[in-house]
Antibody, heavy 125, light 109 residues
Framework: QVQLQESGPGLVKPSGTLSLTCAVS?????????WSWVRQPPGKGLEWIGEIYHSGSTNYNPSLKSRVTISVDKSKNQFSLKLSSVTAADTAVYYCARIDSGYDQSYYYYYMDVWGKGTTVTVSS | SSELTQDPAVSVALGQTVRITCQGD??????ASWYQQKPGQAPVLVIY???NRPSGIPDRFSGSSSGNTASLTITGAQAEDEADYYC????????????FGTGTKVTVL
């Protein structure tokens, strides 16, 4: 089955750029799914960062949109997150996830059915 | 609206039933999905769509929806169900955004 694995530096300096990659195995990133990034600051809840389709279409959280870029590399079957101008508030566990969707009795629904284990990123000098 | 509101914490006696609610305008247009998260672990999908459980999720977990409220019910709660639970939905603004609920800590007594 599909598995996701995040990778990237665990420590980023303030004002720098956080860069993470999510490798997709057991399936194709070109499937009919969106691929998402979610983060969780220490002791806090989940926050959706954004998502990408294999065509390159993206949607971003408005609160992060000015600093976020999500891209896809179909040749490597992976997608990536870049978050610029980071501060201590960006310290969090970062997860990648697959989004699937459906339609039932006049309602659409979306769900994240596969998650990576998460990677901790600390912003500190 | 892009907010999903959950009660911060609920408790349930072992073997009893607990319902966790999630409120938000987007739930009038989309079914919520529900995630269980235990300390130090990634979230796990437990309910999606009208009331669908992924393979491996016990049938004591069920979901329902009415108006602007989605609910996750655990019937016969077990010690291993103690966790944080988050709802999630698309935003109904039409901007293709995604939003998580504030989370509910479930304690099994």
């Amino acid at each position: 089955q599909v598995q996701l694995q995040e990778s990237g530096p665990g420590l980023v300096k303030p004002s720098g750029t956080l860069s993470l990659t999510c490798a997709v195995s057991g399936g194709s990133i070109s499937s009919s799914n969106w691929w998402s990034w979610v983060r969780q600051p220490p002791g806090k809840g989940l926050e959706w960062i954004g998502e990408i389709y294999h065509s390159g279409s993206t949607n971003y959280n408005p609160s992060l949109k000015s600093r976020v870029t999500i891209s896809v590399d179909k040749s490597k079957n992976q997608f990536s997150l870049k978050l610029s101008s980071v501060t201590a508030a960006d310290t969090a566990v970062y997860y990648c996830a697959r989004i699937d969707s459906g339609y039932d009795q006049s309602y659409y629904y979306y769900y994240m059915d596969v998650w990576g284990k998460g990677t901790t990123v600390t912003v500190s000098s | 609206s892009s907010e999903l509101t959950q009660d911060p914490a609920v408790s349930v006696a072992l073997g009893q039933t607990v319902r966790i609610t999630c409120q938000g305008d987007s739930l009038r247009s989309y079914y919520a999905s529900w995630y269980q998260q235990k300390p130090g672990q990634a979230p796990v999908l437990v309910i999606y769509g009208k009331n669908n459980r992924p393979s491996g999720i016990p049938d004591r977990f069920s979901g329902s929806s009415s108006g602007n409220t989605a609910s996750l019910t655990i019937t016969g709660a077990q010690a291993e169900d103690e966790a944080d639970y988050y709802c999630n939905s698309r935003d109904s603004s039409g901007n293709h955004l995604n939003v998580f609920g504030t989370g509910t800590k479930v304690t099994v007594l």
